[in-house]
C-alpha cells in the first residue's frame, strides 16, 4: 500500500531562484492538497485538485507560487523568485472524496525549503 | 480566517500517565480530525470524527466530538515514548474534504 509521496524531502536554494515540488497522491484518490507549514504552527491551506481541477486557492498563495495537476494524478507546485519567507515544510494530502461520504485527508512526508 | 485554539502548547509528562489535550473554536466544525507529527515527517492521522457527540478509540487514543461542534478533546492512556511528538487538532468546516483548518499543535514529551 503506497501512501503519500514528495519529492524532493529537503530543497535548499538562493533567494530569486525558481523552485518545482512534486506530489503523487495516493492510487484512486481525486483531491490533492497542498499545505505549507512554519516552525512552530500547523499546516496552512494553499490550494486544492479535484482530478485536474484547481478548485479553490488560498490568498496564501501569491502570484509567484502556481500549482498544477495536468492529469489528474501527480501535482507540482512551482514558486517563482523565491524569498526568504517561503522556507517551510509544503506538504501534499490527498483523498477520495464523493458526495455524502466521509473521507479524510492522508499527507506526504512534506518537502522542506530552505531559502539563503 | 477560522483558526482552532489547541491546549496545551506543551507537555511534560511521565512514562505510564494519562495525557488529555482539547481544541476548540468558535465556528461550527463538522468534522474533527487528530494527527501526530514526527519530527520532519508529514502529519499521521489517529482519529477521524464525523458526528457531534461522537466518541472513538484507536487503540490506547479517545477522541470526541463536543455536542457544540466547537470543540474535540483528545486522551492518550497509559503513555510510552513513542508517544513523544506534536499532536495537531484539525477541523473541516464542511462536509466532503474542504481545506483542513489546524490548531498549532501541542507538543507532548514522555519521561520514561
Known amino acids: 500500500d503506497t501512501g503519500v509521496s514528495q519529492d524532493p524531502r529537503h530543497k535548499i536554494t538562493k533567494r530569486g531562484q525558481n523552485v518545482t515540488f512534486r506530489c503523487d497522491p495516493i492510487s484512486e484518490h481525486n483531491r490533492l492538497y497542498w499545505y505549507r507549514q512554519t516552525l512552530g504552527q500547523g499546516p496552512e491551506f494553499l490550494t486544492y485538485?479535484?482530478?485536474?481541477?484547481?478548485?479553490?486557492k488560498s490568498r496564501l498563495l501569491s502570484d509567484r507560487f502556481s500549482a498544477e495537476r495536468p492529469k489528474g494524478s501527480f501535482s507540482t507546485l512551482e514558486i517563482q523568485r523565491t524569498e526568504q519567507g517561503d522556507s517551510a515544510m509544503y506538504l501534499c494530502?490527498?483523498?477520495?472524496?464523493?458526495?455524502?461520504?466521509?473521507?479524510?485527508?492522508?499527507f506526504g512526508p512534506g518537502t522542506r525549503l530552505l531559502v539563503l | 480566517g477560522q483558526q482552532l485554539n489547541q491546549s496545551p502548547q506543551s507537555m511534560f509528562i511521565q512514562e505510564g500517565e494519562d495525557v488529555s489535550m482539547n481544541c476548540t473554536s468558535s465556528s461550527i466544525f463538522n468534522t474533527w480530525l487528530w494527527y501526530k507529527q514526527d519530527p520532519g515527517e508529514g502529519p499521521v492521522l489517529l482519529i477521524a470524527?464525523?458526528?457531534?457527540?461522537e466518541l472513538t478509540s484507536n487503540g490506547r487514543l479517545t477522541a470526541q466530538f463536543g455536542i457544540t461542534r466547537k470543540d474535540s478533546f483528545l486522551n492518550i492512556s497509559a503513555s510510552i515514548p513513542s508517544d513523544v511528538g506534536i499532536y495537531f487538532c484539525?477541523?473541516?468546516?464542511?462536509?466532503?474534504?474542504?481545506?483542513?483548518?489546524f490548531g498549532k499543535g501541542t507538543r507532548l514529551s514522555v519521561i520514561a
Open positions: 470524527l464525523y458526528k457531534a457527540g
Open positions: 485538485f479535484q482530478n485536474e481541477a484547481q478548485l479553490e
Open positions: 484539525a477541523g473541516q468546516l464542511e462536509r466532503g474534504n474542504t481545506p483542513l483548518v
Open positions: 494530502a490527498s483523498s477520495l472524496a464523493w458526495d455524502r461520504v466521509q473521507e479524510t485527508q492522508y
